[in-house]
């Protein structure tokens, strides 16, 4: 059975950072495209950031414009565990953050765009 399960989210400061984690299982997680998608209060899914392995060590990332030289995803294969470092929040970043098993989705992201998704974690940037 696959589970993705997210934990790092909280309340931070404009300006502050945030690591979040999801920890996978029931899939081969080193060879497998991932992403995180968010959605805001009272609007729908975005799609954030993807990396994709392409080889040992040899990783491909890409990430939506809204987030482009802020946030840093990444993963630990040791670990089955996916990143995503945040830096220089902002308010406008509030939001449910959801790990997905599965690669880039431009545009509008639906529930049915990726197969498996975490329970997600609450990102809140205020002061």
């Known amino acids: 059975e696959v589970q993705l399960v997210e934990s790092g989210g909280g309340l931070v400061q404009p300006g502050g950072s945030l690591r979040l984690s999801c920890a996978a299982s029931?899939?081969?997680?080193?060879?497998?495209?991932m992403s995180w998608v968010r959605q805001a209060p009272g609007k729908g899914l975005e799609w954030v950031s993807s990396?994709?392995?392409?080889?040992?060590?040899?990783?491909?990332?890409d990430y939506a414009d809204s987030v482009k030289g802020r946030f840093t995803i990444s993963k630990d294969n040791a670990k089955s565990t996916l990143y995503l470092h945040m830096n220089s929040l902002k308010s406008e970043d509030t939001a449910l953050y959801y790990c997905?098993?599965?690669?880039?989705?431009?545009?509008?992201?639906?529930?049915?765009?990726?197969?498996?998704w975490g329970q997600g974690t609450q990102v809140t940037v205020s002061s």
């Open positions: 997905a098993k599965g690669g880039v989705v431009r545009g509008e992201v639906r529930l049915t765009d990726y197969l498996h």
């Open positions: 029931g899939f081969t997680f080193s060879s497998s495209a």
């Open positions: 990396i994709y392995t392409y080889s040992f060590n040899t990783y491909y990332a």
